[in-house]
């Protein structure tokens, strides 16, 4: 596709339930981020793919959250037994020749 | 952490010239200085970038100083639609992992 697609675009969830978030990323495009972006903070660094090196999950905030990315292509974020603080924007970015391209977003509620 | 310094925030009044300062005092010779912006609810967005020469586009300018110890952004002519996050930062390569520090926040006053 002509850009990076994030879904679903909104995810209202109740606390304690798993959820999936899903990144297409740009064809061609190696690298692969995933940021979080609580309102009114900054952009935090989740975890990085590149290529078929082992991804740095260094910015994952807990062993609740997890990553994997199928093929070189797709991403899948996913956050267990969800949290109230884990509500916020969860953007995808991929990565090619230095030009970095960010998906729209999901925004996760947790009610 | 980010290897940036940002003010938090900046005001500009509409139709002026919006200049933003990044410090970034320990970048080494071969990272790149990006510029991207974030306007409410959407996804970052690319602006500019540069290595050692200024540089233009159709969005903005980036004037880079001879020790490539900090930069500035200029948006010529501000308008209320170029209200957003300016984040700087500054990464090698693709194999860079990009981290972000929390920008500034620019508000254009009518």
């Known amino acids: 596709g002509a850009g990076v697609s994030q879904s679903p675009s909104n995810k209202v969830t109740e606390k304690g339930k798993d959820v999936e978030l899903r990144c297409d990323p740009i064809s061609g495009h190696t690298a692969l981020y995933w940021y979080r972006q609580s309102l009114g903070q900054g952009l935090e660094f989740l975890i990085y793919?590149?290529?078929?090196?082992?991804?740095?999950k260094s910015g994952l905030p807990s062993d609740r959250f997890s990553a994997e990315r199928t093929g070189g292509s797709v991403s899948t974020l996913t956050i267990q037994r969800t949290q109230q603080e884990d509500s916020a924007v969860y953007l995808c970015?991929?990565?090619?020749?230095?030009?970095?391209?960010f998906g729209s977003g999901t925004r996760l509620t947790v009610v | 952490d980010a290897k940036t310094t940002q003010p938090p925030s900046m005001d500009c009044a509409e139709g002026r010239a919006a200049n933003l300062p990044c410090n970034h005092s320990t970048i080494s010779g071969n990272e790149y200085v990006y510029w991207y912006r974030q306007i409410h609810s959407q996804g970052p967005q690319y602006i500019i970038h540069?290595?050692?020469n200024n540089e233009t586009n159709e969005m903005a300018s980036l004037i880079i100083t001879e020790d490539r110890k900090s930069s500035t952004l200029i948006l010529p002519h501000a308008t209320l639609r170029d209200t957003a996050v300016y984040y700087c930062?500054?990464?090698?390569?693709?194999?860079?992992?990009?981290?972000f520090g929390k920008g500034t926040r620019l508000h254009i006053l009518p």
């Open positions: 793919f590149q290529g078929n090196s082992a991804p740095d």
């Open positions: 540069g290595l050692k």
């Open positions: 970015a991929s990565v090619r020749l230095g030009g970095y391209t």
């Open positions: 930062i500054a990464f090698r390569t693709r194999d860079d992992k990009i981290i």
